[in-house]
């Protein structure tokens, strides 16, 4: 949920508001007519998504903003309304706003309501309008409000209902015939390598499988066979994909590692006839894959070779994780993609957590509860949701990028990025030497996350970090305002609209000592910069690369500093000014999802309009100009 921190002057703050393009999380109404009826749908879509904004009061024409001139009477009327219709159930399902929530603030003699909108919790989705949620339950993306198909009604219900696990479901006529006798066999070795002495061990094959929750009988109807945990765990391919189980189970590792684009695959794991597909012999046949490619650094413990690493638990907690909470009743893909750069994990179904739960930990809902307790059951599978922080920890120890987590609709799908990208780029090295005189190693891993970012990307917020950092949201903040104190970062904006970027001016940062704490986060951060006289020699070194890099920065910053100056009533660019937006943003090779971030603009229009005409325009060229859908495709300016 978004916060005002400062109530002492809204000016600038609305302002920032005004000059943000209306987005995922931010929403304008008009309201000079009266309360106006999209507002329920705009609360629905944000309840059902990650939260957002209404900002009551503001009115479009013609691509611009004005304010509407709303009389005390109107703005006490309409909080009337509102919270009359809020608690009322044939107008909007549940109310998830306190008093605290909704602001009247006043702006250059306007007045305007802002609503704060959380995310809904797993059990109060689906959040709907009227009494009927089929028709009148919507989410958001960037296009705006968009209304639910019923099939994702139902499976937001379904998510809801803890107490009935989808995976715990009773198949109809299902026999051991139907289970792959090798992969349970193989899951027993496991099982006495983790716990040897457990009386489950003795149990013969259905005792056990009713043990882990692959078989069981519901004490209501007596009904009792084998779970769709159990199917997917260890069945039989068509056994599992048959109607009654899964249809559409196809789980499927996909390998591109060859230098040859032409090469579609170095290597691929799916379903070929020749093995049983079922979640255990995947998991089996791919986790050595994806761990085949990670460093294994000599180390020993107890003079016994240690040879995982936390890289190595962090792929392996990822691959887990993409078993256990998938949605299997969706006609999606299940894929893990291998790449030279980095891994992909894309699985059907919507996060059942908020994003920011899900970097902060120890919130932890699991969708497939009979399958964790299966992975758990030999050694592989956390409980109470340490496994984002082991896969954090694996990454931040090998000095990569963070991992990233993205959620995408229709249909649904949850991705997770785990880049094997070194935490600074080339450009953000040369950077950081020639600005600070630092190096890969002078800060803390978060306090180094965020200078990468600002060097690659212009700036940051401390909605952007929430994703590249494992830290709640108040630390970040807390983090982002001793670095602007010690001039490694300066602010500009304000509210939502804040803003950090590298100080224009170089500064000498040699033993510069930063001493974080906040909630739950206390660490010492102690630059480590190498001498002057290696300073220099860095700053030699790096002059020419340097140049680029801020020739390009200042090319980013300045279309940035136009959009931000811009007048407050304007909505958005000319397709112009977009275009020349996204050329400054390519002055170093950048992915189409960093342009879509970084210009605010729907994905879509970005990807089917402007792109394909910068690119007929020979504006912008690609990485891969013979592979233009490849899954690593970056563009940057001709030169």
């Known amino acids: 949920m978004i916060e005002v921190r400062n109530k002492n002057d809204f000016n600038e703050y609305i302002e920032s508001l005004l000059v943000n393009y209306e987005s995922d999380d931010l929403e304008f109404k008009s309201a000079a007519g009266g309360f106006p009826g999209t507002f329920w749908d705009t609360y629905s879509a944000f309840a059902n998504s990650e939260g957002g904004m209404i900002v009551l009061g503001v009115a479009e024409k013609k691509n611009y903003f004005y304010l509407d001139d709303l009389t005390e009477e109107q703005i006490l009327k309409y909080q009337k309304d509102f919270w009359n219709n809020v608690n009322n159930k044939s107008t909007i399902s549940c109310n998830l706003l306190t008093s605290k929530d909704v602001e009247v603030v006043e702006y250059k003699n306007h007045r305007i309501i802002i609503f ?54 009773i198949l109809r006529n299902y026999t051991m015939e139907d289970i792959d006798k090798e992969a349970l066999n193989r899951y027993r ?100 894959r994806l761990q085949s490619v990670l460093p294994k650094p000599f180390q020993l413990n107890n003079n016994i070779r240690i040879e995982e690493t936390p890289a190595h638990i962090a792929i392996r907690e990822a691959l887990i994780n993409f078993c256990i909470h998938a949605d299997y ?61 082991k896969i954090m920890k694996g990454w931040r120890d090998a000095n990569w990028r963070s991992p990233k987590i993205e959620e995408q609709l229709q249909p649904d799908k949850v991705v997770l990025i785990m880049p094997m990208e070194s935490l600074l780029s080339e450009k953000a090295k040369a950077t950081l030497a020639n600005k600070f005189g630092i190096t890969a190693n002078s800060f803390d891993h978060n306090v180094m996350s965020v200078l990468a970012l600002a060097c690659d990307e212009g700036d940051v917020t401390n909605e952007r970090l929430r994703y590249v950092l494992n830290m709640h949201k108040s630390a970040i903040s807390e983090l982002l305002k001793l670095m602007v104190k010690k001039d490694l970062l300066e602010a500009y904006g304000y509210g939502r609209g804040m803003r950090y970027r590298l100080p224009a001016k170089n500064t000498n940062v040699f033993g510069l000592d930063l001493s974080i704490s906040g909630d739950n986060t206390k660490y010492q951060v102690t630059s480590c910069a190498n001498n002057s006289a290696s300073y220099s020699a860095s700053l030699e070194a790096n002059n020419a690369s340097n140049s680029a890099s801020s020739e390009a920065n200042s090319a980013s910053n300045s279309a940035s500093s136009k959009a931000n100056s811009a007048s407050p009533k304007k909505k958005r660019m000319s397709k112009e000014e977009l275009k020349a937006l996204i050329i400054s943003i390519c002055a170093d090779w950048v992915s189409i999802d960093d342009i879509v971030e970084r210009t605010g603009k729907s994905s879509s229009y970005i990807r089917n309009s402007l792109m394909p005409l910068l690119l007929a325009e020979k504006s912008i060229v690609m990485m891969y100009p013979g592979a233009p859908r490849n899954p690593n495709q970056k563009y940057r300016v001709k030169e």
């Open 116 to 169: 704060h909108i959380p995310r809904a919790s797993r059990e109060l989705r689906p959040v709907y309008r009227t009494a009927n949620p089929f028709g009148n339950t919507f989410k958001r993306n960037f296009e705006g409000d968009y209304r639910c198909t019923d099939a994702e009604v139902r499976r937001m219900f379904a998510d809801a209902d803890e107490s009935h696990p989808i995976d715990g479901r």
């Open 189 to 288: 070795q496991l099982f006495k390598l983790s716990s040897p002495d457990h009386p489950w061990l003795a149990l013969e094959d259905v005792e056990l499988l009713r043990m882990i929750g692959g078989y069981r009988k519901d004490r209501q109807s007596g009904e009792e066979g084998f779970t769709v945990a159990g199917l997917l765990m260890f069945g039989k391919t068509l056994s599992i994909t048959d109607e009654e189980c899964c249809p559409y189970f196809f789980p499927d590792y996909q390998e591109r590692l060859a230098e040859d684009e032409d090469v579609r695959w170095s290597n691929r794991i799916c379903y070929d006839g020749t093995w049983e597909a079922n979640l255990f012999n995947f998991y089996q046949r791919v986790l050595p």
């Open 329 to 389: 009743s969706i006609n999606a893909s299940m894929v893990v993609r291998h790449q030279r750069d980095g891994f992909i994990f894309s699985n059907p179904g919507t996060m059942l957590v908020s994003k920011e739960q899900y970097y902060t930990g120890g919130d932890s809902v699991c969708r497939n509860k009979y399958l964790q307790k299966m992975f758990s059951m030999i050694g592989v599978a956390e409980k109470a949701g340490s496994g984002t922080d």
